[in-house]
């Protein structure tokens, strides 16, 4: 059996098969019941940090702001610079910061906003002249 009929067979991409092949001692060898992706009520790493940016999302959003990927990071790095102010390091020309034990990633963007069952809305249209 070839590897395009396989993967194709079990709907999955050629490179998943191929891996697949490739790391199946390692596959056979993991205890029973492991997986690769992270449990759905697993904690966050600074979870007091998240507790907060919670709270000012909810004060925003009832406020009508708009609110943003960029807008969470940002709210994000001040509470940590509060919270942590020994962690937060400058460079010798004081622009660039350095967050020292966290990293303000796109994964965890994504955890916090599963953790706390957040979606950003999108604007929708609005009409040029408001109808009569």
């Given at each position: 059996?070839?590897?395009?009929?396989?993967?194709?067979?079990l709907?999955?991409?050629?490179?998943?098969?191929?891996?697949?092949?490739?790391?199946?001692?390692?596959?056979?060898?993991?205890?029973?019941g492991?997986?690769?992706?992270?449990?759905?009520?697993?904690?966050?790493?600074?979870?007091?940090?998240?507790?907060?940016?919670?709270?000012?999302?909810?004060?925003?959003?009832?406020?009508?702001?708009?609110?943003?990927?960029?807008?969470?990071i940002?709210?994000?790095?001040?509470?940590?610079?509060?919270?942590?102010?020994?962690?937060?390091?400058?460079?010798?020309?004081?622009?660039?910061?350095?967050?020292?034990?966290?990293?303000?990633s796109?994964?965890?963007f994504?955890g916090?906003?599963?953790r706390?069952?957040?979606?950003?809305?999108?604007?929708?249209?609005?009409?040029?002249?408001?109808?009569?």
């Amino acid at each position: 059996m070839s590897n395009r009929y396989a993967a194709r067979k079990l709907k999955i991409s050629r490179k998943l098969l191929r891996d697949w092949v490739k790391n199946h001692h390692k596959i056979l060898n993991q205890k029973r019941g492991t997986f690769r992706a992270r449990r759905r009520d697993a904690l966050a790493k600074e979870l007091e940090i998240e507790r907060l940016l919670n709270k000012k999302f909810e004060e925003a959003r009832n406020q009508r702001r708009k609110i943003s990927y960029k807008w969470v990071i940002r709210y994000a790095k001040n509470i940590y610079k509060q919270l942590h102010p020994d962690r937060v390091l400058r460079d010798r020309d004081g622009r660039k910061k350095r967050y020292l034990g966290f990293r303000f990633s796109s994964g965890w963007f994504k955890g916090f906003k599963r953790r706390f069952d957040i979606s950003l809305r999108a604007l929708i249209k609005r009409a040029q002249k408001s109808p009569e």
